[in-house]
């Protein structure tokens, strides 16, 4: 057993001659529910689909349950689970043929969980795939990547199409399985509250780049946006490292500032403000902060 | 690989018995000729065509069976359970080794039971009937590979063009070299070739 079921090391990726991703490395913990986020067509697909080998890579390497994903054995792919995004099923079979296929072809079936799931969704096994709905879908790939005990689940963006209802139906269903075992979770999804709810480790992509890949709890307490307001006008001189956005309207400046520490507070007190207050950043705030076309790159985990 | 094997012959069931219709056919007339006295000329002219049945059929196994799993986005979903690539396509050539030999036994046993009704009765006749045999097994399984290769393009266009344009090939060199030897390693090299290509693309590609 590895210590880091996925391992990502300086991954590149080109797609029609356009960067997609751009030097990504990573490492997820055994046992940890890593949320990954990014705006649309910031890499997460695509860098899930690498390290399922269903993508080559241009560049870097990728290791998932310690072999590399380009050349992943028939018994590497029997341990991990993939919702797919989408929920690539095979659309003419009927749920019990595809089923039958699945069970045919994995490591281990646990018939019990698996009859559990199909009871808790109430899927009809006689309809053809193509015939249900989009929640149905997703449930179905859910019960059928969980039915194989994986050691590795990945799932990428499971609940994209589905209703408000159905997504919380399908997200505390979710939970619950992934949190039976002490499963590694590697979770995409556009969703933050959905995010914010499961997992403990978070990375942000933007453009390519992983930006942010740290705890959720460290990202909250890194990551701060300050309400400055200075005796006359906002210093033009104010030079800080880990700036993520700055707006500055008369005396009043609006700083949002990764790594905050105090150091960083005494070189601020230097300009004498008049007051320093802290606003409050939910993960969606730190989300859009980071993913602005303008904002800057906050550091990893590894800088000061 | 017995599952994937399974799921390979549900799948593609109809485009399996297309050449074993062929096989079947040929064997129906070759007996009632027999029975009936047909001159062998008009069996042979016939079981020509049928050969050329055959051989379409297989190059439509090899084009439905890949064309299908890509239009289908199949092997994604394959890929992400306990099993690699290889053995997925692996599975789907013993497939259409399958289905060759299935067609194409009966027809031996045939041509050897009823000697001249579907190859022409010649001094030598088994050395003739294992040559041909042999020659017409490996074209069918060379037009089995080409309908493979091609299959895998998604442009259907190309598809069609490419799966006449080779099938021509593969007839033109069984036409020039005659049944033996010389055909057996040209076809050989042509299957070895096409497999390849076809696996190389299949194990390297997106998904």
Redesign the interface.
Known sequence: MTDNPIVIEELVKYYDGRCILDGISLRVPRGCIYGLLGRNGSGKTTMIRILLGLEPPTRGRTLVLGEDSTRLSANAHGRVGYVAEGHHLIQSYTVSRLIDLCKGLSLHWNDEFFGQLMETFRLPTDRKVKDLSTGMRAQLNLALAMAIDPELVILDDPTLGLDTVARRQFLELAIDVIQRQGRTILFSSHILADVERIADRIGILVAGKLVVDCSLDELKSRVKKLRVIFPERTPDDLYLTGIINQQAMGREMVLTVANWNPQKQAILQIFSPESCTEMPMTLEDIFIECTRPAGAVVPQESEV | ML??I??EIRDQLLYIALPCFFSVVMICIATMSYWWGVPAPISLALAANLTAGLFLGLCCLGTVQMHTDRA???S?????????RG?IFLARVLVGVLTLLVAVIPLVITALVLPGQIIPQVSSYRHVLAAVSVTISLAGFACYSIGLLVGWRTNRAWVLIGSILLLALVASLVWIKGFGVDAMAVLLLLIAAALLRTWSQFV????
């Open positions: 599952t994937l399974r799921r289908g986005r199949v994604v979903l394959l890929s992400t359970l306990a099993v690699t053995q390297s590609t997106s998904l």
